[in-house]
Nanobody
Framework: QVQLVESGGGLVQSGGSLRLSCLAS????????MGWFRQAPGKEREFVARIGWNGGNIMYADSVKGRFSISRDNAKNTVYLQMNSLKLEDTAVYYC???????????????WGQGTQVTVSS
């Protein structure tokens, strides 16, 4: 069992930056690949970024490529999402999730956090 808790969301102006963190409980964190997803009002949950168990195999959605960066610190049981050059369309609830597979499909992630709100204003 893995419990995930996101933090770091908030209100930021367009062009600004935020860093999201996701703290995992349990000693098996390093065996999971981790992903970030987001869901905007009235829209389906979408993939943002993922990182393999050892920090490799990183992938990004095209919409965030070059602006967002995912990383992890297995010693701290934490995965991060650095978000730069934020746009209005980045406004959403951001979720971290854990999977044992090399995938960007939300349905393959078995543990989810409660989400943290990111709001980008003009």
């Amino acid at each position: 069992q893995v419990q995930l808790v996101e933090s770091g969301g908030g209100l930021v102006q367009s062009g600004g930056s935020l860093r999201l963190s996701c703290l995992a409980s349990g000693r098996t964190f390093s065996s999971f690949a981790m992903g970030w997803f987001r869901q905007a009002p009235g829209k389906e949950r979408e993939f943002v970024a993922r990182i393999g168990w050892n920090g490799g195999n990183i992938m990004y959605a095209d919409s965030v490529k070059g602006r967002f960066s995912i990383s992890r610190d297995n010693a701290k049981n934490t995965v991060y999402l650095q978000m730069n050059s934020l746009k209005l369309e980045d406004t959403a609830v951001y979720y971290c999730a854990a999977t044992r597979f090399d995938t960007v499909v939300a349905g393959s992630y078995i543990y989810w956090g409660q989400g943290t709100q990111v709001t980008v204003s003009s």
